[in-house]
């Protein structure tokens, strides 16, 4: 049982570590003021089609100079066109 918890744990940290480390491959480039930290679990609302979802686990959009999050690309990119962005 024991067991069962310290390997359900080290997949969650090894989960974790593999995100937040996409990310910083990822988010290349000098904008990483626009994401504080202290945020990444935060629940948000997609713009697009209304689903909430972690905001560590969204796609990021700029929309007139203000950062979005989108659930996918696929939102992401029907928003930015419905705005007329592209
Ligand atoms: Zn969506």
Known sequence: MIRLL???FLIYFGYRLVRTWGKSLMSTGGDAGDMPK???TELIQDPQCG???LRQQ???G???GQVLYFCSEGCRSDYLRKHGIS
């Open 58 to 60: 969204g796609v990021q």
């Open 6 to 8: 310290i390997y359900g």
């Open 51 to 53: 689903t909430y979802f």
């Open 62 to 64: 700029r929309v007139h």
């Open 38 to 40: 202290s945020q990444d």
